[in-house]
């Protein structure tokens, strides 16, 4: 407001500056034109595709006072959102030829949840749940208050049956024991692998046979990952998705 007249008009460039998966062209589109209804924005890279530095992900022209009030949220967004696209990319291609699916967490940064979930679509990824409303995950501290495995399964079906909810039920289990235990209650969709070794895990696997889907979590890197995806799971989840990623490096710049 201090150095740009108010009717200047101007073009600018997106510049990206490390190679991985870009993410949030399609919301900065938004976001420009919710400020400024007459901004013309031109994208130039399509979202999920791999870019290097040097490339253009999209060009604007219009007023640059718009053009400026939004620089940084736009950044912000598609930086966050780009990093966490080329973290899952990295994910999905260490567990290739696998079978398993990479899944994300809901250890996400509030208010940005809906945003970075999309930014794991566009890196691979497969969402896990959105909120605690869509899908019934028995975790420790609910088997630990409610008494054992039994009553909390128990309760979780009769709870659903009460409210006539249709969700799937998620037990996580902390050893092959668990393991039998839910084998033997059923009435679930999904058993958890909460921290268990490769050997453990493959132990695991063998037992459930397919009856239920599988999944692993807990500790599981990128130097790890493959092992566990070898042994038969149907999903590995990995909260570093959200919550260790190291944004993407880009810059806004004027075309002139």
Same mark, same amino acid.
């Given at each position: +407001?201090?150095?740009?007249?108010?009717?200047?008009?101007?073009?600018?460039?997106?510049?990206?500056?490390?190679?991985?998966?870009?993410?949030?062209?399609?919301?900065?589109?938004?976001?420009?034109?919710? *400020?400024?209804?007459?901004?013309?924005?031109?994208?130039?890279?399509?979202?999920?595709?791999?870019?290097?530095?040097?490339?253009?992900?999209? &060009?604007?022209?219009?007023?640059?006072? #718009?053009?400026?009030?939004?620089?940084?949220?736009?950044?912000?967004? +598609?930086?966050? +959102?780009?990093? =966490?696209?080329?973290?899952?990319?990295?994910?999905?291609?260490?567990?290739?030829?696998?079978?398993?699916?990479?899944? %994300?967490?809901?250890?996400?940064?509030?208010?940005?949840?809906?945003?970075?979930? &999309?930014?794991?679509?566009?890196?691979?990824?497969?969402? !896990?749940? *959105?909120?605690?409303?869509? /899908? =019934? +995950?028995?975790?420790?501290? !609910?088997?630990?208050?409610?008494?054992?495995? &039994?009553?909390?399964?128990?309760?979780?079906?009769?709870?659903?049956?009460?409210? #006539?909810?249709?969700?799937?039920?998620?037990?996580?289990?902390?050893?092959?024991?668990?393991?039998?235990?839910?084998?033997?209650?059923?009435?679930? %969709?999904? =058993? /958890?692998?909460?921290?268990?070794?490769?050997?453990?895990?493959?132990?695991?696997?063998?037992? =459930?046979?397919?009856?239920?889907?599988?999944?692993?979590?807990?500790?599981?890197?990128?130097?790890?990952?493959?092992?566990?995806?070898?042994?038969?799971?149907?999903?590995?989840?990995?909260?570093?998705?959200? !919550?260790?990623?190291? #944004?993407?490096?880009?810059?806004?710049?004027?075309?002139?």
């Amino acid at each position: +407001m201090s150095t740009i007249p108010k009717e200047a008009a101007g073009q600018a460039l997106l510049h990206v500056k490390q190679k991985g998966i870009l993410a949030g062209v399609d919301v900065a589109a938004q976001v420009f034109r919710h *400020f400024d209804q007459d901004m013309e924005f031109r994208p130039l890279i399509a979202d999920g595709s791999e870019v290097a530095p040097g490339d253009c992900a999209f &060009e604007l022209e219009g007023r640059v006072h #718009s053009i400026l009030q939004c620089e940084r949220l736009v950044l912000n967004i +598609m930086q966050r +959102m780009s990093g =966490i696209a080329t973290t899952t990319k990295r994910y999905v291609k260490a567990v290739e030829g696998t079978g398993a699916r990479i899944l %994300d967490t809901r250890k996400t940064t509030p208010g940005f949840r809906v945003l970075e979930k &999309e930014a794991v679509q566009l890196g691979g990824g497969v969402n !896990h749940r *959105f909120g605690l409303f869509d /899908m =019934i +995950m028995i975790k420790d501290n !609910h088997v630990d208050y409610a008494g054992g495995l &039994e009553a909390a399964i128990r309760g979780a079906r009769n709870y659903l049956k009460k409210h #006539s909810l249709d969700l799937k039920i998620e037990v996580e289990t902390r050893s092959l024991d668990d393991v039998k235990a839910v084998l033997h209650l059923g009435g679930i %969709d999904r =058993i /958890m692998l909460d921290n268990f070794s490769v050997e453990q895990t493959r132990e695991a696997t063998a037992l =459930i046979k397919r009856r239920y889907e599988s999944e692993s979590s807990g500790g599981i890197t990128l130097e790890t990952i493959r092992d566990y995806a070898l042994c038969g799971v149907d999903y590995i989840s990995v909260g570093a998705l959200t !919550h260790q990623v190291q #944004s993407l490096d880009m810059s806004l710049k004027s075309k002139v």
